[in-house]
């Protein structure tokens, strides 16, 4: 880490005109890095190093929220919230003079901290409050590019114990009529929720494909939602219909090993859901609730022990 940052202070001076955007790249992964890492001596001298060159940017604020995003990780939430405070502080600057989704790096960094200042709430046992703040938080920024994220820490925080969300099952893709939700009731149902673009998801296959094999013959149901992006391979656009086929061949290739699946396409299922992390794991019992929801991949062993106390016994 040393090294990044002589090589980040040697070329700082030259981050202006055409460079700027590489340098921009530069700060939030540096950083992100460095604090992750645990350096967060190091991470504080580049934020320092970049803003007396650029000043306080979108770039800028979002490499500031991976250190409250560190100390959280850390169990540090009083650092967490600070820093989250200020991150807000740098937001709100910003969007006084321009609109939240007018480039991708400040929707992060207001993502990240609206996410900290929750589930640092939460840590602290305050999870009412955090609830609270999110829902406000949700209504208010509807429209916009983090609302999923936000559902993403609303569902955490509640989700788990209570009736799983309606699917919307009016368009499907790979030749499996979607069912609804309440059609499985009586049988778990593992809800896989992915993106043709995303590597983890593919990775995930080995897992679930397991799974399947298993305990599907005990009653697990399978369904793996997706969603429109509005581009295809290589980020190149396309029309709703365009990608629709383009996910059907992306699910035909990779996931064929899981056999016939019902797959919805709807950006709704995803905001209801709160996927601003693919894969997201949805795990519902026999009734219809909740049992685990989780952003994120999980092995095969940790899928299992949560799927088992769900099946038929016989």
């Given at each position: 880490?040393?090294?990044?940052?002589?090589?980040?202070?040697?070329?700082?001076?030259?981050?202006?005109?055409?460079?700027?955007?590489?340098?921009?790249?530069?700060?939030?992964?540096?950083?992100?890095?460095?604090?992750?890492?645990?350096?967060?001596?190091?991470?504080?001298?580049?934020?320092?190093?970049?803003?007396?060159?650029?000043?306080?940017?979108?770039?800028?604020?979002?490499?500031?929220?991976?250190?409250?995003?560190?100390?959280?990780?850390?169990?540090?939430?009083?650092?967490?919230?600070?820093?989250?405070?200020?991150?807000?502080?740098?937001?709100?600057?910003?969007?006084?003079?321009?609109?939240?989704?007018?480039?991708?790096?400040?929707?992060?960094?207001?993502?990240?901290?609206?996410?900290?200042?929750?589930?640092?709430?939460?840590?602290?046992?305050?999870?009412?409050?955090?609830?609270?703040?999110?829902?406000?938080?949700?209504?208010?920024?509807?429209?916009?590019?983090?609302?999923?994220?936000?559902?993403?820490?609303?569902?955490?925080?509640?989700?788990?114990?209570?009736?799983?969300?309606?699917?919307?099952?009016?368009?499907?893709?790979?030749?499996?009529?979607?069912?609804?939700?309440?059609?499985?009731?009586g049988h778990p149902v593992l809800i896989f929720l992915w993106a043709h673009w995303c590597p983890d998801c593919k990775a995930e296959v080995d897992h679930l494909q397991?799974?399947?094999?298993?305990?599907?013959?005990?009653?697990?149901?399978?369904?793996?939602?997706?969603?429109?992006?509005?581009?295809?391979?290589?980020?190149?656009?396309?029309?709703?219909?365009?990608?629709?086929?383009?996910?059907?061949?992306?699910?035909?290739?990779?996931?064929?090993?899981?056999?016939?699946?019902?797959?919805?396409?709807?950006?709704?299922?995803?905001?209801?859901?709160?996927?601003?992390?693919?894969?997201?794991?949805?795990?519902?019992?026999?009734?219809?609730?909740?049992?685990?929801?989780?952003?994120?991949?999980?092995?095969?062993?940790?899928?299992?022990?949560?799927?088992?106390?769900?099946?038929?016994?016989?």
């Amino acid at each position: 880490m040393r090294n990044c940052v002589i090589v980040f202070v040697i070329s700082i001076g030259a981050i202006f005109g055409a460079e700027a955007a590489r340098g921009a790249e530069t700060i939030v992964s540096l950083v992100h890095t460095a604090a992750v890492d645990g350096h967060a001596a190091d991470a504080d001298r580049l934020l320092q190093l970049y803003r007396s060159s650029q000043g306080i940017t979108p770039e800028y604020i979002e490499a500031l929220s991976w250190i409250g995003r560190a100390a959280l990780s850390n169990g540090q939430t009083a650092a967490a919230e600070a820093n989250a405070a200020e991150v807000r502080k740098l937001c709100d600057a910003q969007l006084a003079h321009r609109k939240l989704d007018a480039e991708p790096h400040l929707p992060t960094a207001l993502g990240a901290s609206i996410e900290v200042q929750a589930q640092a709430l939460g840590k602290e046992g305050r999870r009412d409050e955090a609830v609270l703040l999110l829902r406000d938080e949700l209504k208010h920024w509807q429209g916009t590019s983090i609302v999923t994220r936000i559902q993403k820490n609303v569902n955490l925080l509640t989700l788990e114990g209570k009736p799983a969300p309606v699917l919307d099952v009016t368009q499907g893709v790979g030749g499996v009529k979607p069912l609804p939700l309440a059609a499985h009731r009586g049988h778990p149902v593992l809800i896989f929720l992915w993106a043709h673009w995303c590597p983890d998801c593919k990775a995930e296959v080995d897992h679930l494909q397991k799974l399947m094999a298993m305990d599907g013959p005990r009653g697990l149901v399978l369904i793996a939602p997706t969603q429109h992006y509005g581009y295809v391979a290589e980020g190149k656009d396309a029309t709703p219909d365009v990608e629709a086929r383009y996910i059907a061949e992306v699910f035909a290739k990779y996931y064929a090993g899981l056999g016939r699946v019902e797959v919805p396409l709807s950006e709704e299922n995803f905001k209801r859901l709160g996927v601003s992390t693919t894969p997201t794991i949805v795990l519902v019992d026999r009734q219809g609730i909740v049992r685990l929801y989780n952003p994120g991949a999980l092995s095969y062993e940790v899928l299992a022990a949560k799927v088992e106390p769900l099946l038929d016994r016989k």
